[in-house]
């Protein structure tokens, strides 16, 4: 009833796990903390338990309810242009996620009754790819994006934890192989070893987390990439079955996808404005955005 609801409100799949202590996951996240690979996004700091127990987020929480969403477009940037990544072409999508998570929420509660839950959007302490993984809707790829084998990578990941006993999904198979692609190809060579990748190293944490200046070592490995990276997904072989979404409000901004690397760095605060109005790439703001261009010049 649950997944049927959440293929009418657009999600892609929905997984469901028993809520409890990710207890395999503890060495790898203290392992990636040790090794600072968190760059400074002190925030993965934060929370340690948290992360690893959803019952510590919602009480008395007994289910995971895992949702992918895609947000593969059907129209890319223009070629000769500073890229941004996929999932940053459309509105943000906390806030549309965020909308459908509270309809599913609702519609729980209407046909279960007494059910207490909270949704969850890249918002809070939550490793969306280790529930996903555990309630069956793909595996840990040795880029650590969440893979299918039917559609790819390219989704969003959320939640609702509810504190509702319900039937659960079993974990599915690794099928990256032999399979380096990811590895190989990283500009950085974030991806240090298969299944970690060094978030201090990527080119989505010096374009989007960093606050600073990008370190000047960087100059000439980020690829044109001046909000995010979608380089470890482009060459991932399942990629190939990524079909484009079907969200209207995913739907890029026609002069974003017609910008010159001329236009980005002409661009000014009204412009940025009306192209990113509900945008995630507001976050940088628009002199995070001329660093990044400034730096990649």
């Known amino acids: 009833m649950i997944k049927a609801e959440s293929k009418r409100l657009g999600f892609l799949s929905c997984g469901i796990s028993k809520a409890g202590f990710l207890e395999e996951e503890v060495p790898r996240l203290e392992n990636w903390l040790n090794k600072n ?117 390219f989704y969003f990941i959320s939640e609702l934890i509810v504190d509702v006993e319900l039937e659960y999904d079993a974990p599915t198979t690794d099928h990256c192989g032999s399979c380096t692609a990811c590895i190989d190809e ?33 100059k000439g490995k980020l690829d044109d990439w001046m909000f995010g990276c979608d380089v470890c997904q482009d060459v991932c072989p399942w990629n190939r079955f990524s079909k484009p979404h079907n969200e209207p409000l995913f739907q890029a901004n026609p002069e974003l996808l017609s910008f010159t690397k001329k236009d980005w760095e002409e661009i000014t605060e009204d412009v940025f404005k009306k192209v990113f109005k509900d945008s995630a790439v507001k976050r940088t703001k628009l002199e995070g955005l001329r660093r990044n261009v400034e730096f990649l010049k």
């Open 37 to 153: 690979m968190q760059g400074q996004m002190f925030y993965m700091e934060n929370h340690f338990d948290k992360r690893l127990n959803p019952t510590l987020l919602v009480e008395g929480a007994k289910s995971v309810i895992s949702l992918l969403l895609n947000y593969y477009p059907s129209e890319f940037q223009n070629q000769e242009s500073y890229k941004i990544s996929k999932y940053a072409y459309g509105q943000d999508y906390h806030f549309v996620i965020k909308e459908k998570l509270k309809e599913l929420l609702h519609f729980i509660q209407t046909e279960i009754g007494e059910v207490s839950g909270r949704a969850f959007v890249d918002s809070a302490p939550v490793l969306d790819k280790a529930w996903a993984a555990k309630s069956g809707l793909g595996w840990m790829g040795k880029n650590t994006n969440l893979i299918t084998q039917k559609v790819g990578s």
């Open 186 to 218: 990283c500009p950085t060579e974030a991806i240090v070893a298969p299944y970690v990748v060094d978030g201090s190293k990527c080119i989505s944490y010096f374009t989007i987390e960093l606050k600073e200046n990008i370190p000047t070592e960087m």
